[in-house]
């Protein structure tokens, strides 16, 4: 029999196949029949579009990993346990799109690391999610090679960007947890608009080799699941560190101090505030109550707007067409015959070339920046990284300043709309390099996931796991959404992509 899987996280997933109450061909079954009876268009539902491509092999992967704990072999935690990478981390059994329509047979020798280290701990790559093109666009995430992801709370509303395939399979139970990449907001937005845990770790903590780069100096690498341990197990793997997830208690904040602050968002469009945004801050002053009743010391801030706008600034988005260019020169791979000789030089595949394909979905004004962009390094690049590294130290002085052990803002300002689903404190974590968290802190009169983001001074990833651990046992306001429900135990015939 199929099992049941829907609110099913990779903890409980590799818990229950220690335990033999499942295996993990029953576990890939079950997620492939979801993501067959519910990714593409249903009923009255447009379908999540959230998965690129599954593997053609996940079931023989899964007997295999299934053989081998009968033998007394396990790779490591993950043993057996299906989880989604996002397309522009590289795969070798599997295309990486970025995606790009024009890239959808590209084929990379090598997995990035992050993937690598996954699969050593004995995880099953299910299959590759649906992302904004090249990563760009962080409110929806949209692609030539899938179209527009859906959020699975409210299939009409956007996912955000750019992990937004990944948001919505994991929240759909599509696979026990996620891989998403963040260059500004796009673990957390798409993890707090999805009722999702997205990790982003102190900058270099997890290696980000084999990721196509969208902006080297701010590129991450991290998890997006269903709960906080969940969180913490694939952040040990990702960064090699077991001592990540060791300090999971339901004492972490007593005695922490957690800086807090309000913006007013009143003329965030021309037309005022964005709808919920009330709602949202009621839910996050809520948030941060709760912190206090778990014995932190919540203290108000002066972190502004300025100090963000001038202080906490980005190096980056200068390098954006050198760093894929280097990508694909130093990536061993494969792609479409004639790609590479649609620009020249001719037999070096470029970004160029995937422009002079024809379908990218990116705006015009966007590739034409991105084409017109100067190589690396160069004075204004180099400029723009002393200053953004200038950034990063007066934030670590504002910690220190203010004894802080942690930052709570809200993920979003408001909640997901048609087209629209933001990040408002992206810069704060992606300039400067430290760690960030998204939680679940509730929902919206119209059931929509809020998230509560935690920033914390770089470094101190394990204690920001433990707070946010503590944070979520004591309120627990993740639910699955209602548009996926469980399928029939026995599952629905798998139809390949």
Same mark, same amino acid.
């Given at each position: 029999?199929?099992?049941?899987?829907?609110?099913?996280?990779?903890?409980?997933?590799?818990?229950?196949?220690?335990?033999?109450?499942?295996?993990?061909?029953?576990? %890939?079954?079950?997620? &492939? @029949?979801?993501?067959?009876?519910?990714?593409?268009?249903?009923?009255?539902? +447009?379908?999540?579009?959230? !998965?690129?491509?599954?593997?053609?092999?996940?079931?023989?992967?899964?007997?295999?990993?299934?053989?081998?704990?009968?033998?007394?072999?396990?790779?490591?935690?993950?043993?057996?346990?299906?989880?989604?990478?996002?397309?522009?981390?590289?795969?070798?059994?599997?295309?990486? =799109?970025?995606?790009?329509?024009?890239?959808?047979?590209?084929?990379?020798?090598?997995?990035?690391?992050?993937?690598?280290?996954?699969?050593?701990?004995?995880?099953? !790559?299910?299959?590759?999610?649906?992302?904004?093109?090249?990563?760009?666009?962080? *409110?929806?995430?949209?692609?030539?090679?899938?179209?527009?992801?859906?959020?699975?709370?409210?299939?009409?509303?956007?996912?955000?960007?750019?992990?937004?395939? #990944?948001?919505?399979? %994991?929240?759909?139970?599509?696979?026990?947890?996620?891989?998403?990449?963040?260059?500004?907001?796009?673990?957390?937005?798409? =993890?707090?608009?999805?009722?999702?845990?997205?990790?982003? +770790?102190?900058?270099?903590?997890?290696? !980000?080799?084999?990721?196509?780069?969208? =902006?080297?100096?701010?590129?991450?690498?991290?998890?997006? #699941?269903?709960?906080?341990? @969940?969180?913490?197990?694939?952040?040990? %793997?990702?960064?090699?560190?077991?001592?990540?997830?060791?300090?999971? #208690?339901?004492?972490?904040?007593?005695?922490?101090?957690?800086?807090?602050?309000?913006?007013?968002?009143?003329?965030? #469009?021309?037309?005022?505030?964005?709808?919920?945004?009330?709602?949202?801050?009621?839910?996050?002053?809520?948030?941060?109550?709760?912190?206090?009743?778990?014995?932190?010391?919540?203290?108000?801030?002066?972190? *502004?707007?300025?100090?963000?706008?001038?202080?906490?600034? =980005?190096?980056?988005?200068?390098?954006?067409?050198?760093?894929?260019?280097?990508?694909?020169?130093?990536?061993?791979?494969?792609?479409?015959?004639?790609?590479?000789?649609?620009?020249?030089?001719?037999?070096?595949?470029?970004?160029? @070339?995937?422009?002079?394909?024809?379908?990218?979905? &990116?705006?015009?004004?966007?590739?034409?920046?991105?084409?017109?962009?100067?190589?690396?390094?160069?004075?204004?690049?180099?400029?723009?990284?002393?200053?953004?590294?200038?950034?990063?130290?007066?934030?670590?002085?504002?910690?220190?300043?203010?004894?802080?052990?942690?930052?709570? $803002?809200?993920?979003?300002?408001?909640?997901?709309?048609?087209?629209?689903?933001?990040?408002?404190?992206?810069?704060?974590?992606?300039?400067?390099?430290?760690?960030?968290?998204?939680?679940?802190?509730?929902?919206?009169?119209?059931?929509? +996931?809020?998230?509560?983001?935690?920033?914390?001074?770089?470094?101190?990833?394990?204690?920001?796991?433990? $707070?946010?651990?503590?944070?979520?046992?004591?309120?627990?306001?993740?639910?699955?959404?209602?548009?996926?429900?469980?399928?029939?135990?026995?599952?629905?015939?798998?139809?390949?992509?």
């Amino acid at each position: 029999m199929i099992p049941p899987v829907v609110g099913l996280g990779a903890v409980d997933a590799a818990a229950r196949l220690a335990a033999g109450a499942v295996t993990s061909v029953g576990l %890939v079954q079950a997620y &492939l @029949d979801r993501i067959a009876a519910y990714d593409d268009p249903h009923g009255d539902q +447009p379908g999540l579009r959230s !998965v690129v491509v599954v593997g053609p092999d996940v079931l023989r992967v899964a007997a295999r990993r299934d053989a081998e704990r009968a033998a007394g072999v396990v790779r490591g935690p993950l043993h057996g346990v299906p989880v989604l990478v996002k397309d522009n981390c590289a795969t070798r059994d599997l295309p990486t =799109s970025v995606g790009s329509v024009a890239l959808a047979a590209y084929r990379t020798r090598d997995d990035a690391v992050a993937v690598r280290r996954l699969r050593d701990a004995g995880a099953v !790559v299910l299959g590759k999610t649906n992302m904004s093109e090249f990563g760009w666009h962080g *409110t929806f995430t949209r692609s030539s090679v899938r179209g527009e992801a859906r959020n699975p709370y409210d299939q009409r509303l956007s996912t955000s960007g750019s992990s937004g395939g #990944t948001a919505a399979a %994991v929240a759909a139970s599509f696979a026990a947890a996620g891989l998403g990449t963040d260059s500004c907001g796009s673990i957390l937005g798409p =993890s707090a608009h999805q009722g999702l845990v997205g990790f982003r +770790p102190t900058a270099g903590l997890v290696p !980000v080799e084999g990721v196509v780069p969208l =902006s080297a100096r701010q590129d991450a690498v991290g998890p997006m #699941t269903t709960c906080v341990a @969940d969180a913490a197990l694939l952040a040990s %793997v990702l960064a090699a560190d077991p001592s990540l997830g060791a300090g999971l #208690t339901g004492t972490a904040l007593r005695g922490r101090r957690v800086g807090y602050f309000h913006w007013d968002f009143s003329r965030a #469009t021309p037309r005022g505030p964005r709808p919920g945004t009330g709602q949202v801050t009621a839910l996050v002053d809520r948030a941060v109550a709760d912190l206090a009743a778990r014995g932190a010391e919540v203290v108000e801030v002066p972190f *502004t707007r300025e100090f963000v706008r001038d202080r906490l600034v =980005s190096g980056g988005w200068m390098d954006v067409r050198a760093g894929i260019d280097a990508f694909f020169a130093a990536t061993p791979a494969r792609w479409p015959e004639g790609l590479a000789d649609l620009t020249e030089p001719r037999g070096r595949l470029t970004f160029a @070339d995937v422009v002079a394909d024809g379908r990218c979905s &990116l705006a015009p004004e966007t590739i034409a920046s991105w084409l017109a962009m100067p190589d690396v390094p160069n004075p204004a690049h180099d400029a723009a990284g002393a200053a953004q590294e200038a950034g990063a130290r007066a934030l670590d002085a504002f910690f220190a300043e203010h004894g802080l052990d942690a930052l709570a $803002m809200p993920t979003s300002e408001a909640p997901a709309a048609e087209g629209w689903a933001g990040t408002t404190f992206c810069d704060v974590a992606a300039n400067t390099g430290v760690p960030s968290i998204s939680l679940p802190a509730g929902f919206t009169a119209e059931g929509l +996931p809020v998230g509560l983001e935690l920033v914390a001074p770089r470094g101190t990833d394990a204690v920001l796991l433990a $707070m946010a651990h503590d944070y979520e046992r004591a309120t627990g306001h993740r639910r699955p959404p209602g548009t996926v429900p469980e399928l029939p135990h026995h599952g629905n015939p798998h139809r390949p992509r």
